[in-house]
Structures are given as structure tokens and as C-alpha cells.
């Protein structure tokens, strides 16, 4: 039933990107957003693009699975074109009984549309090749000069990691209920908003249930093992940087300064 | 007439790198008023199996008729069917929600669109029939045993009145006592309410001694189907299975090789037991 969303669900295979210690592709990530805000130019917005051709392509996930992802956005996009064509205010190019576009809101909204699916597209690749372990410990571990200012960083990355191992559980666990209310004849498919809301309790009361209940077993386990928070925690596998991961940062900084004169010059 | 299922294939992740073949090709009647064993390993294929069976899962290709009508057809009415071909899943009591026991065993029916007096009718009965004590009808779901739980949960799916009930592993997670009970329960519902029941499980010994015929699934595959005895002559390529025929079909065997002439289609101790007295004259003690 949740077949379909593949929205930034990691992908299994081998490529340079999946090798990248999880650090880079987080500082990564985060400089590409950062630098989509930047550069405010078609020029900027092809460079960003071709940036990111070029890492989709090192990252061996097939387009086609990249692209259904992004289906369950197209809505969200819809939203923010339409905002962005018909509300923003300057020189009218077309105009139907209130609605008016404007030569402003026409560029407004084509650069938005842009920036929004980079910006998805973008995440979503670090999602694609790096697990949510991977993720969580490159982000304890780029995160551990806040422990000086007591941010308790091993046990937020903790709850992270936690919670993102526990998505596919309780969606497998939402299917299963689902199918077995449907076969006791619960109808999830009805168009009337108010009966579906209804419809949701027999799926969510057990949903909650299970989830409390999952927890504690959980918990129970972390005790069994004395778990008792990051303090003297050593990993199995400590994140050290490679030659790969030296080269990728120099990608990124040159991408940066890209971005950053193209910003100056267009 | 009851359920025709005709060369039916089920992919899960179809067309991805994950793709896994549920059911390969596979074909079966099964008739009213017919108590079943479906039998295979983890992952050979039966719960998939049953799920097609009432339309929750599209079978990929091949058809499955439901009193001659094809479930997948576009005038077939898939609600009736899942009234008609009751599933309980496996760990069922996972799927208890209401306030109180005969609420929540009220919500089947309720979906059929009977009225609440009905409703409540068809509770009370399901309710008797898995042996629920009067004094937990109003009780939380929730406060319930473990076996009780199960109990209610099935009665959920018995108060549609469906003409084959279909119970994925109903013994699962059960300590021996609860196993016994479960199973007793649902034979004494197969000879009161007059059924086609088709038990799903892993152990030999939980059908062995109930049903009326055995359908083997391995790999996806249907591999045998046909009346427990004959089935079970084929210990060796059901232990290759991962499976096992009932242990006393094992100490039969022993004691016919021993020289002992008895029958080694013995399925349950009491059977097993009449047959050694027949030929207690051969055992010179």
C-alpha cells in the first residue's frame, strides 16, 4: 500500500556517493541548500543543476526511482506556482475576471518551481545513499563541539536514529491493520471527508498501541544491554575521512565559489 | 460452489530490483462445508495466498472465481466478499479498538449496514461460539488475556457470518493450554456453523488431527493437496521443506520398521493407539 513513496528512502547499491563518509554528504547537503538560496540567476540555476545531474549520475540510483519519489511533492509544488503566478503584484501580462498574472510573478514563480525541486532533489540524494544510521552518526559526530554548551548531542542523535528505524515498522504495522479492518468490511477509500476521518480511529487506536507498546519493549531491551546514554560510548565503527572525502569537499568548495560569482556577475 | 482459483501468480515490488515471487502459478477449489489445512514454511507463500483469496491483494495474472463470479471483475462486489470469505490475521488482537469487547465485535457487521439491534444479535452469537464469558462483553478489549484477546478478535470476524473463515496461524505466540483451546474452539465451530474453514499454520501437528484435507505451499508453489493421510506418506520431501508430518506418524514408522505390521497412516495419538492394540498379538510381551 505505501509501495509508492520513495521520497528519500535509501537506496541499496554501490557507488562513489554511497562510499562518501556520511559527514560530506551532510556538510554537502546543507552548502547545495545554502547555495540555492544564493544564486538568484538562470545561469546560477543551471550550474545548481548540472551539479546535481552530475551526482545523480555518481550515484547509480536509477532516475526513474528518483523521479516517483518526487511525486508525492507535485501537489506542494502546485501550491507554491499558483501563489507565486497570481499574488504577486507588478506589471499584468494576462488577466481572466480576479485572476492576474504579472510578468514579476511569472518569473517569481518559474525560479521558485526551480528552487523548490532542486532543493528536494537535492536531499533527497543524501537520503538515497547514506542509511539513517550513517546519517545520525555523522550528525553526533559534526555536532559534538555543542556538547561543550551541554546539548545533550548523543542522545538527540539517539532519538533520530531511533525514529527513523521506526518508520518502516509502523508503516508495515498501518498496512497490516489496515488490511485486517478492511476485511472486517472497514471502508478507507471513502470520498465523504467525515467518514474518513471516522474511518481513521479502528486504524489508529491499534497504531498507537502497537507503537507504545514497541517502545517499551525497546526500552526494555536499551536496559537489558545497559544502555545508559553517550557517556564512554565507543562506536564499532568510527567515521574517518578518506582521500575520496578530502577530493568531495574540494568539490563542494569550488561549487560554493561558483555559486557565489555567479551571484556577483549574472 | 465456494472458491475457484485458477493459475494465479502474486509479485510483491513488481517491476523493481526487489521483486519476490509470492504465489507461482498456483490452483485450487476449495468447496463449502471443507475443513483445510494450509501448511508451508515461512515465506512459502501462504498468507499471500489467503489475502488474494478475499481481495485484498490483486492477484498479478490468472483468476480467482468466487461462486463462478471472477473476484477482479468490474460488477464484482468486493464487500460482499469479504464478508462472505472471513479473514483473521495472524496476532489478530492487534487489531482491537473499541471500548468494550461486544463493541468491537459489533463493527464487522456494522460495516455490512445492519442496524445496531442486528448488530449486536450477530455479537452476541460470535461471542458464544469462541466460548467468550458473559461478564468481559463489556469489559475494555484491552484488559483481556492474551488467549481472550485472540478469542475476541476472531469472534470480530465471525459476527459477519462468513461462509469460509480463514485463520492465518491462530496459534501463533499462544503457550500450549491457549493452543489447545483455540484449535478445539475452531473445530466445534466447524461442525456447528457449518463451514468451510481453512486453518493456516506451520505445525503438522496442530492440523493433523482436524482437517479434512492438507494443501502443502512451498516456494510459492502448491505443492500437495490432498486427503492428511496421503500427504503425510511424503515425510522426506516435507522435511526437505522445513516441515515435519505429526510426531506419532514418526514413532508408526519406527515401529514398522521394527518388523511391527502396522499402518503408518496414523495421524493422531488415539488413532495411533487402536492400531498398536490390533496388532498387540505380534509384540511378544
Known sequence: ?266 | MGIKVDDISFLYERGTAMQVTALDHVSAEIPDNQFIGLIGHTGSGKSTFVQTLNGLLKVTSGHIYYNGEDIDGDKFDKKKLRSDVGLVFQYPEHQLFEVDVISDVMFGPRNLGLSDAEAKKRALEALESVRMPKSLYKSSPFDLSGGQKRRAAIAGVLAMRPKILILDEPTAGLDPKGRDEILGLIAGMKKELNMTIILVSHSMDDVARYVDRIMVMGGGKLLYDDEPVKVFRHVTELEELGLAAPQITYIMKLLKERGLDVSSDALTVEEAAAEIMAHRRELHV
Open chain 1, 1 to 266: 500500500m505505501f509501495d509508492s513513496i520513495t521520497l528519500g528512502q535509501y537506496y541499496q547499491t554501490d557507488s562513489v556517493l554511497h562510499r562518501l563518509d556520511p559527514r560530506v554528504k551532510l556538510v554537502g547537503t546543507f552548502v547545495y541548500l545554502i547555495s540555492l538560496f544564493v544564486v538568484d540567476s538562470y545561469v546560477g540555476y543551471i550550474v545548481a543543476a548540472l551539479f546535481l545531474a552530475a551526482m545523480i549520475f555518481l550515484s547509480n540510483v536509477p532516475f526513474r526511482y528518483i523521479v516517483r519519489g518526487m511525486k508525492t511533492i507535485v501537489f506542494l509544488l502546485l501550491i507554491t506556482v499558483c501563489f507565486n503566478l497570481f499574488l504577486t503584484p507588478g506589471e499584468v501580462i494576462w488577466q481572466a475576471w480576479i485572476f492576474k498574472i504579472t510578468k514579476e510573478g511569472l518569473t517569481f514563480a518559474i525560479k521558485m518551481a526551480v528552487r523548490l525541486s532542486l532543493l528536494i532533489l537535492g536531499s533527497s540524494i543524501m537520503t538515497l545513499t547514506t542509511t539513517p544510521t550513517q546519517l545520525t552518526d555523522a550528525l553526533e559526530s559534526l555536532l559534538r563541539p555543542l556538547k561543550k554548551l551541554h546539548v545533550p548531542v548523543h542522545e538527540i542523535s539517539m532519538m533520530m536514529s531511533i525514529a527513523l528505524r521506526f518508520i518502516p515498522i509502523l508503516m508495515e504495522e498501518t498496512d497490516k491493520i489496515m488490511k485486517a479492518q478492511i476485511a472486517r468490511g472497514a471502508d478507507f477509500e471513502s470520498k465523504n471527508l467525515i467518514k474518513k476521518i471516522k474511518s481513521m480511529v479502528p486504524l489508529l487506536v491499534p497504531l498507537f498501541i502497537s507503537a507504545f507498546r514497541r517502545a517499551n519493549d525497546l526500552a526494555m531491551a536499551m536496559e537489558a544491554r545497559c544502555y545508559r546514554g553517550g557517556e564512554g560510548r565507543t562506536k564499532m565503527k568510527p567515521l574517518v575521512y578518506k582521500a575520496n572525502d578530502r577530493i568531495a569537499y574540494l568539490v563542494l568548495l569550488a561549487f560554493a565559489v561558483v555559486c557565489i560569482l555567479t551571484r556577483i556577475y549574472f
